[in-house]
């Protein structure tokens, strides 16, 4: 194993883990190098290349926004999201620019950051560029970046490498299958949770775990209290409206016997907050990554407000839960929907989900597997096909069903034995197969599917 947990869930803004998070943390890793090799001074220029998807869908996914504060030295889970437009806006209208917060230069957003539309690097769609150039105009530095999903940045030296950089930290329970940890969890007599954990303990203190996840949970409830008290217009050329603060309003005047669908209104709900939330570029958690940051969210909310005994150990089986099978989408295949199309990002979550609610209902290690599996096979083949390049439709309802598809696999695991026919290792093999036999139009770059027939307002 060589992700945390605290990889698969990091503290960010909208709209996109890969389009923004990624870009504003390549821009600021940037910055850190010539400020750590002695070259920030001799800056007199940046200019930034977003290539691929980046390039084909920068503007709605918020990537220049992101580059222009990764050069000013913000970094994603630190910037106020409330503050991001207007730091960008001075930078706009001013022509100038403080790298890191402390080196001020000539900048012109329209000019110096350059979306190469129809262009991509050979090792990932979502590639990056950026140069510095002293006052002659010479080559300071450049270095190329790659947001490879799920906020993950990875740099020149790692292209040609696997898309994951080991992390030589020895584990008590390395694990690179769903069979694996199975059978790990059989061998020890543990749930998967504790697996997990003993793995955590290698980085932290059990005490450390404890209370990072909890915080995780706390920015997952906030990003839900604002986005169902939130109404207006999301920003973008769709007009779309906000749907989570009128529903919220509706389910809690409701009165007389609710019926029988009555949680998944609340699942639905929830589910909205979040993507409506990281849509108007506020903060969400990735869970694998922001355009399906909405589903372990929905489906922990939906714990905590029906599941009897719900606590915070609950919370924590659940997302070490979660995050040990997103590290298995990960390692073996992608969480990027520019490289597996968005079956690598809802698909994910969705298993992750299921498989977290799976645990803390009393399923076995065989039965979570089993979960997990479900979750992503009824959703292989998912286009990432947003339209006017907006993380918004169909993103946002998409993560509203797959919160209610995680909760029915949970469920189905829980009547069963954990003995079925595809187990999740080959699920997940044939999401990357398909996703290398899918068309790179359904690939992040809102030129297929519903973006290609649902004309911009």
């Known amino acids: 194993m060589t992700i945390s947990v605290f990889d698969m869930f990091k503290v960010g803004i909208g709209p996109s883990s890969s389009h923004t998070v990624g870009p504003m943390r390549a821009a600021f890793l940037f910055v850190s190098r010539l400020a750590g090799s002695g070259l920030l001074e001799r800056t007199a220029t940046v200019r930034v ?4 998807s980046l390039g ?11 580059v222009v504060l990764g050069l000013a030295g913000h970094q994603p889970h630190l910037v106020d999201p409330v503050a991001a437009d207007p730091m960008v806006d001075d930078v706009r209208n001013s022509g100038r620019i403080s790298l890191g ?18 262009k991509r690097l050979d090792f990932h769609s979502n590639g990056m560029v950026l140069h510095a150039h002293d006052a002659a105009g010479a080559v300071v530095e450049r270095r190329e970046y790659y947001s490879v999903g799920g906020g993950f940045v990875l740099d020149e030296d790692d292209a040609g490498a696997p898309v994951l950089v080991e992390d030589p930290t020895p584990v008590a329970h390395p694990f690179s299958t769903g069979d694996e940890l199975v059978g790990l969890a059989r061998e020890h007599g543990l749930p998967i949770s504790q697996i997990m954990l003993a793995n955590e303990l290698s980085w932290r203190t059990e005490e450390e775990v404890r209370a990072e996840l909890l915080h995780i949970w706390s920015v997952m409830q906030e990003c ?7 109404g207006g217009v999301l920003p973008g050329g769709l007009k779309v409206r906000r749907r989570a603060a009128t529903l919220r309003t509706r389910l809690e005047s409701a009165t007389g016997d609710p019926d029988a669908l009555h949680a998944m209104e609340w699942v639905t709900l929830y589910a909205l907050a979040v993507n409506e939330e990281n849509a108007a570029g506020g903060r969400v958690v990735t869970a694998p990554t922001n355009g399906a940051a909405g589903i372990v969210p929905a489906v922990l909310h939906y714990a905590a407000r029906f599941l009897p005994g719900f606590d915070d150990d609950a919370v924590v089986r659940f997302l070490l839960t979660a995050g040990a099978v997103g590290v298995l989408f990960k390692k073996n295949a992608s969480i990027s929907g520019a490289e597996v199309g968005c079956q690598g990002e809802v698909g994910s979550a969705c298993a992750m989900a299921a498989a977290g609610l799976a645990e803390i209902i009393g399923c076995t290690p065989e039965q979570v597997e089993n979960a997990a599996e479900i979750g992503i096979e009824h959703n292989l083949g ?24 995680a909760i029915t696999a949970a ?8 003995v079925h026919h595809v187990s999740l290792d080959k699920a997940i093999k044939t999401m990357r197969e398909t996703g290398a036999d899918m068309k790179d139009k359904y690939k992040e770059t809102a030129r297929g599917g519903l973006a290609l027939n649902i004309v911009e307002c």
């Open 56 to 66: 084909a869908t920068g503007h709605g996914h918020g990537s220049v926004k992101a």
């Open 382 to 405: 998912l286009t990432c096909d947003p339209v006017g390049g907006l993380v918004q439709i169909p993103c946002i309802e998409r993560n509203a069903v797959a919160s209610v598809k």
């Open 411 to 418: 469920r189905m695991a829980l009547h069963g034995d954990g």
């Open 101 to 118: 917060g402390t080196h001020e230069i000539p900048f012109s957003i329209d000019d110096d950051v350059v979306l190469h539309r129809n």
């Open 49 to 52: 290349e977003l290539f691929g």
């Open 224 to 230: 839900v209290e604002r986005g169902t008290t939130t």
